[in-house]
C-alpha cells in the first residue's frame, strides 16, 4: 500500500473532494493513517465534502473531537506546547462558476468559523479555495508575497479580503514554484 507519510513526512493534511456521505472516519492501519470526513446525506448528489488525514499515531494527543461544521468546513483543534492551541481548518470553497449565494453561504460560514476561533489559538486554514489571488503584493501586503500567480479574479478576492480581515497570509505565494506547478492564467 502506498505510504505518504513515508515520502513527504505529513501529520495532517486537509482533504478536498471527498465525496463521501455524511460524515465519519477511517483508520488505514497500513497507510497509518485515520481519516475523517464531512459531506453531505447519503441520498444527496455528492460532489463536495472535506476532511483530514491524520497520522494515527497523533491521534492520542488531540483531546478535542473533529467539528464538522458542513460539506466545505471543517476544524480541528490541537494542543500545543506550554498550554497553546492550534486551530486547523479544512476548507473546499465554491467553484468560480458557482452562483454568488453559494459564495456568500460559504465565505459567510467560514467568516463566523474563523471569529469563534480562540484569540490566543494559531490559526492554519488549508484547503481548496478555486481561487487566483494574482500577483499585486504591493496592494496586498501582508497577505499575498511576490510568488502569486496571474491576475486575481472573484473568489481570489473574496479570500484576499477575508485574510486581510483576520490577518493571515497565503503561503503558497512565499515561495517560488516549481514550473510544473505554475501555469498561464490567460490560459483559464
Not at 4 to 26: F, K, N, Q, W
Not at 55 to 76: C, D, F, K, Y
Request: glycine share 6%; aromatic share 10%.
Amino acid at each position: 500500500m502506498y505510504c505518504p507519510h513515508c515520502r513527504y513526512d505529513v501529520d495532517i493534511a486537509a482533504l478536498s473532494e471527498t465525496r463521501l456521505a455524511d460524515e465519519g472516519s477511517l483508520c488505514e492501519a497500513d497507510a497509518g493513517y485515520t481519516f475523517f470526513w464531512k459531506g453531505l446525506p447519503h441520498d444527496a448528489r455528492r460532489i463536495h465534502g472535506v476532511g483530514f488525514a491524520i497520522r494515527s499515531s497523533l491521534l492520542a494527543q488531540i483531546t478535542e473531537s473533529l467539528v464538522s461544521i458542513n460539506e466545505r468546513l471543517m476544524t480541528l483543534h490541537l494542543p500545543l506546547i506550554k498550554g497553546r492551541f492550534m486551530t486547523v481548518v479544512s476548507a473546499y470553497a465554491p467553484t468560480l462558476v458557482s452562483d454568488e449565494t453559494t459564495k456568500d453561504s460559504f465565505y459567510s460560514c467560514l467568516h463566523a468559523t474563523l471569529q469563534a476561533v480562540p484569540r490566543n489559538d494559531r490559526l492554519v486554514i488549508l484547503g481548496d479555495f478555486n481561487a487566483w489571488v494574482g500577483t499585486n503584493h504591493n496592494v496586498w501586503s501582508g497577505v499575498i508575497r511576490k510568488h502569486g500567480l496571474g491576475n486575481a479574479n472573484s473568489n481570489g478576492l473574496r479570500l484576499l479580503n477575508l485574510c486581510t480581515e483576520f490577518g493571515l497570509v497565503i503561503t503558497n505565494t512565499l515561495f517560488q514554484q516549481r514550473n510544473q506547478r505554475s501555469w498561464d492564467a490567460s490560459q483559464v
